[in-house]
């Protein structure tokens, strides 16, 4: 008997219109869990490098973590992956809300799909029964419609339907796939969903999941449960505001903005506004989101309330959460908050990411200032700057004019467009637009986690610590009941915690480079774990001293599946999962002159400094010079097949070669 997962995947094959239900290796779950570790071997075992992104032989996976539809709190996460048409890597993009429950609930840990529909299909799993149906009547239709009119045909108002709006049957490479309470809008997943002909994935499901111990199960789910709502009426002192309580980035929840408003760039990560924030703005801006905002609403069985419903008269009603409340206010460089809330409202119904899309329209209006853009490129755009994001949010969307460049993202547009368009790709890393940050002294913790995290977003892979240095009475406060902190490394981290800050300690003489590689390591592979268990990263790797840590997440997979894991275990299994996501990406090409920020994230940077950096965290996680895994490192790790793999492709040549010339 399979415990906490069904055993099942669904095969569709879209080009032969086919369906098949097939029984998963056990050794899939014992190796690599779920979610984000399973989609990395599915990829790695069935895409070769060659395969590009919109070619029929790319998969696109819907993935369910493994404690998904378990009482275990906030585990709702569906994990999507494919070949991303920005990176060119494998992307994965995960969403909350209620789709993966329901397909456990369906009999499904994970849906694979291949192949090209020939006409644009819809998918409709109901239980035992699965079939793919016409949708040429849904052609144009927004992500919202398009669900609403889905569960209408079926009378069938539970379904949980994920869909692409007009982005995405586009293939706008940084189109998003939409779910009611949540989106996967990184990496062009919508782009490639859209690509296959596959407009939504409508499920529904009455089945039950089974738990191995489901009265200790039960009994931890309690505490998590007391640890969240401590957090929520007692929230941390001294650290930002959508820290300070639990669960993902409260954006919808809190109105002081002053660290975001003063520390972001305005327009293309060109310009830091350090005076913005004052208590006029921050009186319009709460009573702009006060009245947008019709109430805060949560994911499946998550007692936090993370997302909000927004209304605006003669705007489209949808669901925002975390920073895209902002991210277009930022671009636009506008004090308008209303305007953030309108313009959203749109591109969530087109289906784009709120973190690329206005980065990509203040890319083009930078280059029409600069007249690397003309009059030509840009006929009929209006003269306000709100008037021109609307406009060429709606170019992008259809592939219209300028807007079928731009809809391949800044980086890819700057290099058609040419002309020195190039010099203003401001903010990317590995081709994807990033949250636009301009700080003073350089951060090296944050840049390891910018230049080597392969989610290339920075927001999936930080976590666990203060993103800058508190006052001393707060550390000390902070350190206390910091249990969270991995066995071995509590003395370590709390020291660096306390003394982080002090005079003579300022980056980048402080922390030591061994510590900040341990550092970077906590916080990555917890974002490992979870996107394998299917958890909110708010609730364990994203959140300061969260209610699931590498303490107690073993006992609950323990639990659930009857594995027995321990931490050692468990830290194992999340290593192997991050370096397996590495090979598929070093078998496409990824190399170490990928891996570093933009030149101007910094204010002040050290180029020496940096580069042993990174020297010494590729030894730190058993990597050579370009960041490749070493043989060792591979067979530790029961990923032999990769190392074989490298070797037959000569990826790893140049290591032997090294090692014969020093013998």
């Known amino acids: 008997m399979r415990y ?13 219109g086919t369906v098949e239900r097939v029984e998963s290796d056990p050794e899939l779950t014992e190796l690599h869990l779920g979610g984000l570790g399973a989609n990395a071997k599915i990829l790695w075992d069935r895409v070769p490098p060659e395969v590009e992104p919109f070619s029929p032989d790319n998969l696109l996976i819907f993935n369910s973590g493994l404690l998904v539809a378990t009482p275990a709190l906030g585990a709702n996460r569906t994990i999507i992956s494919s070949i991303s048409p920005q990176t060119l890597f494998m992307g994965f993009s995960m969403l909350g809300g209620f789709w993966a429950p329901e397909l456990k609930y369906a009999g499904y840990d994970r849906v694979i799909i291949r192949g090209k529909s020939p006409t644009l299909v819809y998918l409709w799993i109901n239980n035992d029964s699965v079939e793919v149906r016409d949708a ?28 692409i709006g007009l982005a995405g049957e586009n293939r706008v490479y940084f189109a998003s796939i939409e779910g009611d309470k949540s989106s996967a809008s990184r990496l062009g997943m919508g782009a490639i969903m859209g690509d296959k002909g596959l407009k939504a994935i409508a499920v529904r499901g009455t089945k039950d999941i089974s738990i191995a111990q489901p009265a200790e199960f039960i009994e931890l789910c309690g505490e998590v449960r007391k640890s ?19 669960g993902a980035p409260r954006e919808m929840a809190v109105h ?28 319009q801006w709460t009573e702009t989101l006060e009245n947008a905002r019709r109430r805060l609403i ?5 007692p936090v309330k993370c997302s909000a419903i927004i209304e605006l008269p003669g705007f489209p009603t949808y669901v925002m959460k975390c920073f895209s409340k902002l991210t ?14 309108k313009i959203a409202s749109h591109a969530q119904h087109y289906g784009v990411d709120g973190y690329t899309t206005p980065q990509v329209m203040a890319f083009a209006l930078e280059l029409y200032e600069a007249g690397i853009l003309t009059d030509k490129d840009m006929e009929g755009m209006p003269s306000d700057i709100e008037g021109k994001f609307f406009w060429l949010l709606d170019r992008i969307v259809r592939r219209e004019g300028i807007g079928d460049i731009l809809a391949n993202g800044v980086y890819w547009a700057a290099r058609q467009i040419g002309k020195g368009a190039e010099a203003y790709d401001h903010n990317t890393i590995k081709k994807h637009e990033q949250i636009p940050i301009k700080l003073g002294k350089l951060n090296p913790i944050y840049y390891l986690m910018w230049s080597t995290g392969e989610k290339a977003n920075i927001t999936q892979i930080e976590g666990q610590i203060p993103q800058a240095p508190l006052p001393k009475e707060v550390r000390e406060e902070f350190v206390k009941d910091w249990i969270q902190v991995p066995t071995g490394k509590e003395e370590r981290f709390k020291q660096f915690i306390l003394e982080w800050g002090d005079p003579g300690t300022s980056f980048p003489y402080y922390p030591s480079i061994d510590l900040i590689c341990e550092l970077v390591d906590w916080q990555e592979i917890m974002h490992c774990i979870d996107d394998s268990l299917g958890l909110c990263s708010g609730l364990s790797s994203f959140g300061y001293k969260p209610p699931y840590h590498i303490h107690n997440l073993p006992l609950f997979i323990s639990y659930a599946t009857g594995m027995g894991l321990d931490e050692e275990r468990l830290w194992q299994i999340a290593t192997r999962n991050r370096n397996l996501v590495r090979a598929v990406n070093i078998r496409r ?42 043989k060792d490192t591979l067979h530790k790790l029961k990923l032999g097949y990769v ?15 090294e090692k014969k010339q020093i013998k």
């Open 328 to 341: 277009y206010v930022f671009a636009a460089r506008v004090d308008n908050l209303d305007f953030g809330l």
């Open 589 to 630: 090409g990824l190399r170490r002159k990928d891996e570093r920020p933009p030149e101007d994230h910094w204010k002040k940077r050290f180029p020496e400094y940096e580069a042993k950096l990174l020297d010494e965290y590729y030894k730190f996680k058993g990597w050579n010079s370009e960041g490749i895994p070493t």
């Open 256 to 283: 002081d903005e002053q660290w975001h408003t003063t520390s972001f760039a305005w327009g293309n990560a060109r310009y830091r506004r350090r005076d913005f924030w004052n208590k006029e703005i921050e009186k």
């Open 136 to 163: 040429s009547h849904l052609k144009g239709k927004s992500t919202y419609e398009t669900a609403e009119l889905i569960r209408q045909e079926l009378n069938e108002p539970k379904a949980q339907v994920l869909s």
């Open 298 to 302: 949560s994911c499946y069985n998550c």
């Open 643 to 657: 190392y074989k793999d490298f070797m037959k492709r000569g990826i790893l040549e140049e290591e032997n070669k």
């Open 4 to 16: 906490a997962e069904t055993g099942h995947s669904l095969e569709i094959d879209l080009s032969k």
């Open 228 to 246: 969240i709502q401590h957090r929520l009426s007692n929230p941390l002192p001294g650290v930002m505001p959508i820290h300070a309580w639990i």
